[in-house]
C-alpha cells in the first residue's frame, strides 16, 4: 500500500474516532436535555430530545461500522487510536448511566400515574394480562364471586 493511501486511511480513522467523541458528547447533552424535559414535563422538549437522540444513535452506528472497516485496513493506527478510543467507549458508558437514569424517572412517574388511576377507578391492585393475542385485558370491575 502506498504512503499517501496509507495516510489517508490513518487520517480516515483519526476523523472516525473525533467524529464518534463529538457524538457522543452531543448525546450527553441531549440526555440531559431530556432529564430538564422530565423534570418541568415538557413533552415537547421531551420529543425533540428522544428526536435527537435516536438520530445521535444511528449515527454512532454508522460511524462505528466504518470505525470498524477503517481499523481493518489500517491497524496499526488502530493500536495508536487505543487510547482515544478508550475515551469514546468511557462516554459511551457514562452517556449509557444517564440514559438509564432517565428511563428509571420514567418508570418511577408511570408507577405513580397507574397507582393515581388504580385509586381513580377504585381498583387498586388489580393489572392487566396478556391475552393469547397478545392484546392486553384489564378487569375494570368486579365481579361477584358468590351470592349470600
Do not use: C
Amino acid at each position: 500500500m502506498s504512503r499517501q493511501l496509507q495516510g489517508e486511511l490513518d487520517s480516515a480513522l483519526k476523523a472516525v474516532v473525533d467524529d464518534m467523541q463529538r457524538a457522543v458528547d452531543e448525546l450527553a447533552q441531549v440526555l440531559e436535555a431530556e432529564r430538564t424535559a422530565l423534570g418541568a414535563g415538557d413533552s415537547e422538549a421531551l420529543n425533540q430530545a428522544g428526536t435527537r437522540k435516536q438520530a445521535l444513535m444511528f449515527q454512532l452506528e454508522q460511524l462505528d461500522a466504518e470505525r470498524l472497516q477503517l481499523s481493518r485496513e489500517s491497524p496499526a493506527t488502530a493500536t495508536r487510536l487505543e487510547q482515544d478510543w478508550a475515551q469514546v467507549v468511557q462516554s459511551l458508558r457514562d452517556s449509557q448511566r444517564l440514559n438509564q437514569r432517565n428511563g428509571d424517572e420514567v418508570n418511577q412517574r408511570l408507577r405513580q400515574v397507574r397507582k393515581a388511576l388504580s385509586i381513580l377507578t377504585g381498583h387498586a391492585g388489580e393489572s392487566g394480562l396478556y391475552g393469547r393475542a397478545g392484546e392486553l385485558h384489564v378487569n375494570l370491575r368486579s365481579r361477584a364471586l358468590a351470592e349470600a
